[in-house]
């Protein structure tokens, strides 16, 4: 599949890097209320949103589950596919139709091994959507169960 290399943001890979991705992506969709993974499943796919919204949540004990984030047009959604034990540390539902384009976690971790240049511009664009959603995580969490919500720490 020769994708546009637009689809991932420019700053995340280089040209070259995207192009690789893109081309062992495929396209998918999601209607409203499907459920792309659940928190503690195993991590074997992720994705890039084309179109619609797709939100972050977390279970809480005796609650519902708490929206840490919602994502929308060409943000990641999944990055515990990279890191073993490969395991979700969230859960993800479509919040609007979603179309997507999909990748197979083993695929892409076997091209990051055979190409050391390739692995260090994913694990290092993955790793900043991980810096970003922690912060948000946090965030979300005070803003929802702290005594005086987030503080405005931001």
Known sequence: MNAPVTTIPPRALPAEHRQRLMDVAREVAFPIGAR?????????HFWIIRTGTVDLDMRVPGRRAAVIESLGHNELVGWSW?????????GAEAATPVRAY?????VVRTMCEADADFGR??????????ARRLH???TRLLDLYGPYGSGGLR
Request: hydrophobic share 50%; glycine share 12%.
């Open 36 to 44: 792309l993974f659940e928190e503690g499943g195993r991590a074997d």
């Open 82 to 90: 990279l890191y073993a034990p490969y395991i979700w540390h969230l």
């Open 102 to 106: 999909e990748f197979d976690a083993t």
């Open 136 to 138: 948000a995580a946090r």
């Open 121 to 130: 511009s994913v694990a290092q664009w993955v790793g900043g959507v991980v």
